[in-house]
T-cell receptor, first 119, second 114 residues
Framework: DTGVSQDPRHKITKRGQNVTFRCDPISEHNRLYWYRQTLGQGPEFLTYFQNEAQLEKSRLLSDRFSAERPKGSFSTLEIQRTEQGDSAMYLC?????????????????FGEGSRLTVL | AQSVTQPDIHITVSEGASLELRCNYSYGATPYLFWYVQSPGQGLQLLLKYFSGDTLVQGIKGFEAEFKRSQSSFNLRKPSVHWSDAAEYFCAVGTRGSNYKLTFGKGTLLTVNP
C-alpha cells in the first residue's frame, strides 16, 4: 500500500508523559499536513510543511507541540507533558506538487490517524 | 477567515432512498470546496471537489454536489443510498493559495436503515 501511513494507530498515556507520532506521506508528495480531530468535530488544521520547511502553524499548536520533517519525507508530531485535553485523533495528510505540477490535484490524501488517549 | 456549517448532525435514511447533505460556507472569495467521507476507524476519503467551471460536480460512489454561489452552499446528493454509504461526511473549504489548508465542518453522520 502506497498511501499515507501513521504510527502508532493508538496510544494510551498518562497525563504528563511525552508522546510522538510518525507520518509517512505518499512518496512523491512534497506537502504534509497535521490535523487534529476531537469527538464530534471535524478535523482542525495544526501545521503544514512544504518539503522540510514548516510554513504555517495554527494557534491550536501550543508550545508543548512540535512537528518536524527533517528530510522532507516522513514527519513527527511530538506532544510534551500531555494533558487530558490532548486526547484526540491526530491525522496526517499529504499532497503533491506546486501549481504547475501534474501531481497537484488539489486533493489531500489522509492517513488513518493516530488516536491518543490521555488518562 | 473561512468557515463551514453542516446543519444536520445526524441523518437517517432507508436504503434506496435519495440523500441530500447540506453544507454552507463562508469565504470572501471563490472557494475550493470538498466533500470527504470517513468510515469508523478509517481516514478521510475524498468524494468530490469543486474548484471552478461547471457548478455540478460528479464524484465517486455515485455522489454529486452542486455549488450555488448565491446561497453559499455546496450540498451533496445521491439518488439511491446503499447500506455501505453509512459513514460520517465532512464538507470542507480551502483557500485559493498553494497550500490547500482546509477548514472542515463538524460533519453529518449518516445512518442507513435496511
Amino acid at each position: 500500500d502506497t498511501g499515507v501511513s501513521q504510527d502508532p494507530r493508538h496510544k494510551i498515556t498518562k497525563r504528563g508523559q511525552n508522546v510522538t507520532f510518525r507520518c509517512d506521506p505518499i512518496s512523491e508528495h512534497n506537502r504534509l499536513y497535521w490535523y487534529r480531530q476531537t469527538l464530534g468535530q471535524g478535523p482542525e488544521f495544526l501545521t503544514y510543511f512544504q518539503n522540510e520547511a514548516q510554513l504555517e502553524k495554527s494557534r491550536l499548536l501550543s508550545d508543548r507541540f512540535s512537528a518536524e520533517r527533517p528530510k522532507g519525507s516522513f514527519s513527527t508530531l511530538e506532544i510534551q507533558r500531555t494533558e487530558q485535553g490532548d486526547s484526540a485523533m491526530y491525522l496526517c495528510a499529504s499532497s503533491g506538487g506546486g501549481r504547475q505540477s501534474p501531481l497537484n490535484t488539489g486533493e489531500l490524501f489522509f492517513g488513518e490517524g493516530s488516536r491518543l488517549t490521555v488518562l | 477567515a473561512q468557515s463551514v456549517t453542516q446543519p444536520d448532525i445526524h441523518i437517517t435514511v432507508s436504503e434506496g432512498a435519495s440523500l441530500e447533505l447540506r453544507c454552507n460556507y463562508s469565504y470572501g472569495a471563490t472557494p475550493y470546496l470538498f466533500w470527504y467521507v470517513q468510515s469508523p476507524g478509517q481516514g478521510l476519503q475524498l468524494l468530490l471537489k469543486y474548484f471552478s467551471g461547471d457548478t455540478l460536480v460528479q464524484g465517486i460512489k455515485g455522489f454529486e454536489a452542486e455549488f450555488k454561489r448565491s446561497q453559499s452552499s455546496f450540498n451533496l446528493r445521491k439518488p439511491s443510498v446503499h447500506w455501505s454509504d453509512a459513514a460520517e461526511y465532512f464538507c470542507a473549504v480551502g483557500t485559493r493559495g498553494s497550500n490547500y489548508k482546509l477548514t472542515f465542518g463538524k460533519g453529518t453522520l449518516l445512518t442507513v436503515n435496511p
